[in-house]
């Protein structure tokens, strides 16, 4: 299988990429990694008529702490982010069981990011720990966070015009843990469930901030607002978790498919809700 | 083992020679289909049906001719005016070659485009207006067969309904009498899904026929050369002598490579047409969607048991999803493959086995996936049996099968459907497996953790194939006798060339059959070439499939060896001085009994066939062996899994995998051992993952490798390897063949293992793939 | 558009479709066929080169992107002392039946024992888990990775 035909624009600068895509208008389409893209485009389900190629850009490729966050850039491929010791929690735990370890050679995070597909893995991550992505649009840069900026399966509030160049990822400053489980029946497979946790505990061991998301069981990538509302204040326990599961189930709204049933969907959602849960509370009692 | 008796330079039987194939391969510097490149070559692209069952009203392909770089746009209509609209299949059915009326399968054969480059053959395919109109889809054998269901096949003159076949062997009124007499009955019904060998190379051809000459010299990924020249033949009528089929290198086959595929005949039609090569390389798309499925068969067992765990008989219903053509790759006599090997390893008077095939708007195949015709599903299904009643009569598994084994003892054994098992130790076999895993700790540990809510499971196979096929007497696919062949020249410094008639795909052919001749002639594995594949250079032969080479191209290898080695002790005793019988032959070295000082080697010999012969002796060293086998070989194993299940997701592990193979002789213990742990991953894959289904639709689901799911080197077990070793004793060399058995025996020992782990709660039965929700699901119902 | 890779050590400047696959440049216009295409999704590492010595999957890359690359293939393997040792290690171990997967295999095992000396059974099958063979059950495949790595370990303390 072989893509159609395009125009190449190789990127130098971040403002020649959006110039370009200003240019392009609809037909243009960003190409970091290529590894969703470029298979899309041989089975001809999607025919981008200009590909900006922002590989070459300077700049792009960092991954690293700042300011109390994580700052990831748009060329960090998924094997950066598994090799770097700026990571932490949720983001160190899910960034190995990203596709595969080739694919995660060339694909970056920020392009899966922008992707929106409810199946990805890092929108979860991003959604537990509260990032933020940022944006260069012809008007300059600004910061989205993930919940505004997911709209939807395949699509974002991302402008036409505009290139996600980074993300922001806030570091807790005090205790925390977090861990990605993921159910997949391969390796290189999408999942057929995940689920994020992020955990903080302050002082008196007391969970002070809380984060858990799921994949692939909604349309989007799905934050559980009342399990982390409930969390927050309580001591970890087995039966807090079991109640944060309860409500990651009901929040849970799995399709039957080839993967197997919704109910043992919800049922995934709810083990892997509290053995999440639960990892990231002993990560963050070790810390 | 038997210790090998020839040194190790010479490397005959016995020996885990290095691979001869392999220094090309690990430079980059094999030849595959698609690196074959002629001058001019062109490229087709094949139009599929996005429907799975539409008539079709009209094709345009105006714009699509009109693109830059298009030569020709091939339909239905224009194959139809050559009379190669349809093809035979071979199993007596006719298959379409594009489609004329109806398409019947999502992703059959609708168009071709022929162009310069594939890029833009793919560009025209979606120029091409098709003007379909839907009908209704039939997805299942079930819906197939019910009253008042569309009618697939309605081009088949005489097709009333979708019925594709019914074949019953074995003695009904025996095994009506046996299962008066059980104490009861013990039933399964299950379904084998459908499978895809999908070999990592995809399906492909390169047709260069010569309009002036008429030459056809036609590369194609082919498991069986000189078969598919010969149907070229019949079919295309193309004269046999001007077409020559060269099957390059080939990135693995397991039966996909078997049947001649629509795209075949198209390329080789344009080549003929527009005179210059058109090679075309199938996508792993087309490969999955529309070439070769294995399986899919529907299954009642029910084994009638006495409460001593004694089993009477076995009566089988069998229903198969065919597609959209009857086109299983088999033996003519055997409308259901050699199915009725179904009575697996037991000693039971009766069986009575009833099948019958369905068409379906799916795609045609059942091919033999790694497999003897079918005996897959029949392993995996008396295993599953096997283990239930057990459970059933109350005891253990393993002592079900000891109960009831055919003993060494009986051997030959016929069996309730005919088939002669020449040989066999099965209580050997699976004591020393079962010693091997610790069977009687793991019983223990499996109470215990138990009583923790874990779930531990132990699940056994032990399977008996029949493979080789075959006597001619039996065996025949589309008129062609299952024989093989091997011609064997030595040349006058001593060096070998062999030639087969059956084609390696990464069974290491170019190394085992030289062992064969180095074991019987002493000239040294490494100075003996060994060629295949290029029906001009090589001796007729039904090609590798079904593990036939080892039991008839390696007979007829052996065979044509021990001619020479005749005519070569005449050689030295004309040499030595030394009348014929007084001549013995070890590892090379020819010598007069009684003085052992008197010597010649091989090469002396062979140099004299040129040279200096007896009286009246023709010169040369070579000969040709057509072998026709007495009777099937009987490869068996016994195969023990241990998994651990989580309760909460119904996720299972593989903790434990022993896998104990009888294969007979094994002439290079290295690559026998390979083809186990190939073996053994394709059989985890399909009871773990690998699948393709349709939704209601027909659509396709397992269509690219992210949905059909081939496990990685993170999820294949890690295996511990036994053998015995029990010749047979009908193959002039003992062995029996080996690259089949562990995908053949493998599925019912996962699958038995995940079942034994929830056993106690009344679960009987899970479909594979045994995917984590459908145990989880079966728990949930049992508790 | 004009690319200039370097392939195995020598330049290839030519022009090109921007469609045009890393793995049909490198098969179809090289002519290097050593590198081959299993699948279309990016699923099965038959194509595998490396890329500025990362292993990639050449049928995602466009031939435009490595453009300044160095691309190493399973042709430029051997060097000038004869094979590498993960060739050697994958005939003597029997790490390839019909041979379809194993540039792939190569390039990535070469890869990992270049930055892993002594690659444990499960850091290779990871390290391999995108890489598909339907012939060995890896098994093979793991075991010469660990010989190629014992035997460039044992090379350079001997050195």
């Known amino acids: 299988m072989f893509p159609s035909r395009f125009d190449l624009v190789v990127a130098q600068t971040v403002a020649e990429a959006v110039e370009a895509k200003v240019d392009a208008g609809e037909g243009g389409r960003f190409l970091a990694g290529g590894q969703s893209l470029i298979p899309m485009m041989k089975m001809r389900v999607a025919f981008p008529e200009t590909l900006i190629d922002i590989n070459r850009i300077g700049g792009l490729d960092a991954i690293e702490r700042a300011n109390g966050h994580l700052r990831v850039g748009a060329l960090v491929r998924h094997a950066d982010v598994v090799a770097s010791d700026a990571t932490f929690g949720a983001v160190a735990s899910a960034a190995p069981w990203v596709a595969d370890p080739l694919v995660r050679n060339r694909g970056t995070m920020c392009g899966s990011v922008a992707h929106c597909d409810p199946e990805g893995d890092w929108n979860s991550v991003l959604f537990a720990t509260g990032a933020d992505v940022i944006a260069q649009g012809p008007g300059g840069e600004r910061s989205i966070s993930i919940a505004d900026f997911v709209d939807g399966a395949f699509t974002s509030t991302l402008g036409e015009e505009e290139l996600v160049v980074g993300l922001r990822i806030p570091v807790p400053s005090g205790r925390s843990g977090g861990a990605y489980l993921k159910l997949e029946r391969k390796i290189g497979d999408y999942a057929t469930v995940a689920v994020a946790s992020h955990l903080e505990l302050d002082d008196s061991g007391a969970i002070s901030a809380a984060g858990l998301a799921l994949t692939s069981v909604n349309p989007i990538n799905t934050k559980v607002g009342d399990a982390e509302a409930l969390m927050v204040g309580q001591q970890p326990s087995e039966e807090l978790f079991a109640e944060a599961a309860e409500l990651a189930a009901a929040a849970a709204e799995p399709r039957d498919d080839v993967r197997g049933t919704a109910a043992w969907k919800r049922q995934v959602v709810r083990t892997y809700t509290k053995r999440g849960l639960a990892a990231a509370a002993q990560q963050a009692e070790g810390s | 083992m038997v210790a090998p008796t020839t040194p190790a330079e010479i490397g005959g039987i016995g020996h885990s020679l290095q691979r001869k194939e392999d220094a090309r391969l690990i430079e980059g510097q094999g030849n595959f289909l698609d690196d074959i490149d002629l001058p001019n070559t062109l490229h087709m692209a094949i139009l599929r049906s996005p429907l799975a069952h539409a008539r079709i009203n009209g094709i345009d392909s105006e714009a699509a001719m009109a693109l830059d770089g298009v030569l020709a746009v091939v339909t239905g209509d224009l194959m139809d005016q050559h009379g190669l609209a349809w093809m035979p299949t071979l199993s007596g059915d006719t298959q379409a070659v594009l489609a004329t009326d109806k398409v019947r399968y999502q992703g059959q054969e609708v168009a071709a485009v022929i162009a310069t480059d594939p890029y833009i053959a793919t560009d025209a395919l979606e120029l091409i207006e098709v003007d379909y109109e839907e009908l209704p889809p039939i997805t299942t054998p079930q819906q197939s067969l019910e009253e008042g269901a569309a009618l697939i096949r309605d081009e088949k003159e005489g097709q009333t309904d979708n019925l594709a076949y019914t074949w019953e062997t074995g003695d009904q009124g025996a095994t009506e009498e046996a299962f008066a007499k059980a104490d009861r009955v013990v039933t399964l019904e299950t379904h084998y899904p459908r499978s895809h060998p999908a070999p990592l190379e995809t399906c492909g051809i390169v047709a260069d026929i010569n309009s002036v000459t008429g030459q056809a010299t036609i590369y194609m990924t082919s498991q069986a050369p000189h078969a598919h020249r010969t149907l070229f033949a019949m079919v295309a009528g193309l004269p046999e002598q001007n077409i020559r089929i060269v099957s390059p290198d080939i990135g693995g086959g397991f039966g996909n490579k078997v049947p001649i595929y629509p795209g075949y005949v198209v390329a080789t039609a344009a080549s003929l047409l527009i005179g210059q090569p058109v090679k075309w390389v199938e996508s792993r798309t087309e490969n999955l969607i529309s070439t070769g499925f294995a399986r899919d068969y529907y299954m009642k067992g029910e084994l009638a048991v006495t409460d001593e765990g004694r089993i009477l008989g076995l009566r089988v219903n069998m229903l198969s999803d065919q597609g959209a053509f009857y086109s299983d790759a088999q033996p003519t006599q055997f409308r259901a493959g050699l199915f009725h090997v179904v009575t697996g390893s037991y000693d039971f008077p009766a069986a009575h086995i009833d099948c019958k095939g369905a068409f379906t708007n799916k795609a045609p195949g059942g091919v033999a996936y790694r497999c003897s015709f079918r005996i897959t599903e029949a392993s995996y299904l008396i295993e599953r049996l096997v283990q239930n009643a057990a459970y059933e009569v109350g005891i253990d598994p393993a002592e079900m099968r000891l109960r009831n084994f055919i003993q060494p003892e009986q051997f030959p054994y016929e069996t309730a459907t005919g088939f002669v098992y020449d040989s066999g130790d099965y209580p050997t076999a699976l004591r020393t497996a079962m010693d091997e895993v610790g069977y009687e700790d793991l019983r223990r540990e499996q109470a215990e953790a138990r009583a923790e809510g874990r779930l531990i499971g132990i699940g056994i196979a032990h399977f008996t194939e029949a493979v080789g096929a075959g006597p001619s007497r039996t065996y025949d696919i589309a008129g062609l006798k299952m024989i093989d062949s091997a011609e064997l020249r030595v040349h006058p410094t001593g060096k070998a060339i062999l030639k087969l008639g059956v084609k390696t795909q990464g069974q290491g052919h170019e190394t085992t059959f030289a062992q064969i001749v180095a074991e019987v002639l002493g000239i040294p594995a490494n100075d003996i070439k060994v060629e295949h594949g290029d029906t001009n250079h090589t001796p007729y032969g039904l090609g590798t499939y079904a593990s036939r080479s080892t039991p008839v191209g390696g007979a007829a290898t052996a065979v044509v060896a021990r001619k020479l080695a005749d005519k070569s002790k005449k050689i030295a005793a004309h040499l030595l001085e030394a009348a014929d019988e007084d001549i013995e032959l070890a590892s090379g070295v020819f010598s007069v009994a009684g003085s052992p000082d008197r010597s010649v080697t091989i090469q002396d010999v062979a140099l004299a066939a040129y040279t200096n012969l007896p009286e009246g002796m023709e010169y040369g060293l070579e000969d040709v062996t057509y072998y026709d086998p007495p009777n099937l070989t009987y490869p068996y194993g016994s195969y023990i899994v241990v998994v651990e299940v989580d309760p909460d997701t119904g996720v299972w592990q593989v903790q434990r995998m022993v896998a104990l193979d009888d294969c007979g002789v094994r002439i290079n213990p290295m690559i026998v051992e390979g083809q186990i742990c190939g073996g053994l991953t394709e059989g985890f894959a399909m009871s773990a993952m690998q699948w393709i289904t349709f939704d209601e639709d027909g659509n396709c689901i397992g269509a690219n490798f992210m949905d059909y799911l081939v496990p990685t080197a993170w999820e294949t077990p890690r295996f511990e390897l036994l053998a015995t070793e029990v010749p047979s004793p009908h193959h002039p060399i003992g062995a029996k063949g080996v690259g089949e058995s562990a995908t053949v025996g493998s599925p019912a020992a996962f699958v038995n293992a995940v079942i034994d782990a929830v056993a106690h709660l009344g679960v009987r039965n899970i479909d594979m793939p045994v995917l984590p929700d459908r145990v989880w699901a079966a728990i949930e119902e049992a508790s | ?159």
Not at chain 3, 49 to 54: K, Q, R
Not at chain 3, 56 to 68: E, F, P, R, S, Y
Not at chain 3, 95 to 100: D, I, K, M, S, V
Not at chain 3, 122 to 135: F, M, Y
């Open chain 3, 1 to 159: 558009m004009e690319v200039n890779i370097t392939i195995n050590g020598s330049e290839h400047a030519s022009d090109v479709e921007p469609r045009t696959l890393l793995v049909d440049h490198i098969r179809r216009t090289v002519g290097l066929t050593g590198t081959h295409v299993g699948c279309d999704t990016t699923s099965c590492g038959a194509c595998t080169v490396l890329m500025d010595g990362t292993p990639v999957k050449a049928c995602t890359v466009l031939a435009a992107q490595a453009d300044g690359s160095e691309v190493t293939t399973v042709e430029g393997l051997k060097g000038a002392d004869g094979l590498h040792p993960i060739q050697s290690a994958f005939t003597d171990d029997h790490g390839l039946q019909c041979g379809f997967c194993t540039p792939g295999m190569m390039l990535v095992g070469a890869s990992l024992i270049a930055e892993n000396p002594d690659p444990s059974d499960d850091e290779v099958r990871w390290a391999i888990s995108g890489n598909l063979c339907r012939c060995t059950g890896y098994i093979n495949i793991v075991k010469a990775i660990q010989t190629a790595a014992a035997r460039v370990a044992e090379s350079s303390n001997g050195s």
